[in-house]
Structure formats: C-alpha cells, structure tokens
C-alpha cells in the first residue's frame, strides 16, 4: 500500500499518469495538486465518498476535462498536446451517461467506435467491419445486431456502449460507474465481461461504487477522499477497517469473502459496538 504519490509519478510501468493537476468545474476546484497513475496492464478501480472527485480524475485522464495546473500524460506525453484521433487510438470512455440517436441500429451504434481510424483518405474497410462483428460477439450482441436501440433493456443499452468502446480497439478503457443503474445480475455480467477484457490485455480504469465488487475485479486501487489519493495498491493491503472508517466513516469489519478471498466488508452495528473498528474486528476473531 502507498501512502504517498510520489513513487507513482515516477513509475516507468505506467502509461496513464496524472501529476501535480489542478482540475474542477466552471471555476470550481475539486482537486488541487492531485499525482497519481495507472499501472500498465492493471485492472484500477477507483473508490471513495460521493463526490470526492473520482470522476473528475477518470475525466481528466479521457482528456474530456484539461486541467487548470499539471499535465495528463500518456505513455509519457502530455496529452493535451496530442491530436484527438491520436488520443483515440490509444484511450477509450464510456462516460457516466450516455444518449443513442433516436432511430440508430445496434451495428450501427457499435460501428461509430471505428471513428477514430477512419479518414477522408480511408474510408471502411474489412479491418472496421471485423472490429464490429468482434465487439459485438464479445459482448453476446450478436443476435441484437439489427434491433433498435431504443428497444433494448438497460442491460443490453450498457453493453451496446461497451461493444462500442471494444470497437475503438484501444489498449486503455475507461469507465465511469458502469453497472450503476443496472440490476445485480447485469452489474456482475458486466463486470465478467471486463474481467475477461482485462485477462486479454486491456488496461481497466473504472469509478466503481460497490467495494465488494472493487475489490474482486480490480487488482490494484486508487482511494480518494475530498479531491485527493488517500492511497493506492492492491485491494487486499488497502481495504482494512480502519481505511473504511477513515475514507468513508463507517465503522466495519473486512471479511474474506466466500467464494472469493477477496475483502468484503461488513458494516458494524452502531448499537452494539464500541471502540476503534479494527478492535472490534479482533475481538471476534474474524480478522488475522
């Protein structure tokens, strides 16, 4: 676990990294002096409070947010200074929310994900039409190739924009709050899908609200709290109960969880527990 940026900053590992940035909206800061990174090849969840700024940080890293002091850079160029499609190649987003055209087929839909290879010089080519069929094949989309967007469940709508993202075919995805919305058997269906992604070679970054599902999926995380990286590494070194407390302010225990070993957590009971968390934790006999 990390308790302090720095070492990220300098991380030749890291294709994606953040340093020393101002970033906000319409003048209003959410994060001041803010370094962080993504490791290549990882799975990079990023957890916290509602409106601590994990968003505004996935944005900035999109380039859909430019900010005010330090730079974004990508495999060790500011990425402010490259061109869009280049940017494009590279990194993909699925944002929070999400609006298809009114009237636009599934194929169709999927099919704008090729926009960044394309060209007045190169048109579509067979290298599009199969990047296409793949994405839609990788998200069990096939069969819906024809139907109307407007038509589908909200599951089917989130993979219909993973299948577009996938179409980009860029080695870095993006995603902000990808399963909020959705019940909890597309959350976990969608988080397979991404699981699977990973294990191919895609770096993952996703804001992820549910700490569960975090620290199953994700291999490595960044924790923010009031605009800032309170710390970051691997799920099983951070998530203790006395960083739940700490980041969120509840009182837990940090279990393993069943199926997977992975941590869970599980509120205490304000009524009946006193005393730091971890205490209580030991005091049970349910922690190392």
């Known amino acids: 676990m990390h308790d302090h940026q720095e070492p990220f900053d300098r991380d030749p590992s890291s294709r994606l990294r953040i340093e020393h940035a101002t970033i906000g909206y319409d003048r209003r800061v959410i994060s001041r002096d803010l370094t962080t990174a993504i490791p290549a090849g990882s799975f990079t ?35 402010s200074s490259m061109r869009a499609k280049e940017v494009a190649r590279e ?18 839909l999927v099919a704008r994900g090729r926009a960044p290879h394309q060209s007045l010089l190169q048109q579509w080519q067979q290298a599009d039409e199969d990047a296409v069929t793949a994405a839609l094949a990788a998200t069990n989309l096939s069969d819906l190739s024809g139907r109307l967007v407007d038509e589908l469940s909200g599951g089917q709508r989130q993979r219909v924009w993973v299948a577009m993202l996938l179409a980009q075919q860029t080695s870095i995805m993006l995603l902000d709050e990808p399963t909020t919305f959705l019940d909890i058997a597309h959350q976990y269906e969608l988080l397979e899908l991404f699981r699977t992604l990973h294990e191919g070679g895609k770096t993952l970054v996703a804001v992820l609200h549910d700490l569960g599902q975090a620290a199953r999926y994700a291999d490595h995380l960044i924790v923010m709290r009031d605009g800032q990286v309170v710390t970051t590494g691997p799920p099983a070194e951070v998530i203790t109960p006395e960083l739940i407390e700490r980041v969120f302010g509840l009182r837990c225990l940090v279990l393993p969880d069943q199926v997977t070993g992975t941590p869970t957590v599980v509120p205490l009971d304000p009524r009946t527990v006193s005393g730091p968390a971890g205490s209580a934790a030991n005091e049970v006999g349910l922690t190392p």
């Open 45 to 79: 969840a990023i957890i916290g409070p509602n409106g601590c700024g994990k968003s505004t940080l996935l944005r900035a890293f999109a380039r859909v947010l430019t900010p005010a002091e330090g730079r974004v850079l990508l495999d060790g160029r500011a990425i």
């Open 91 to 108: 990194l993909g987003l699925l944002a929070q929310t999400s609006f298809a055209p009114d009237g636009i087929r599934v194929a169709d």
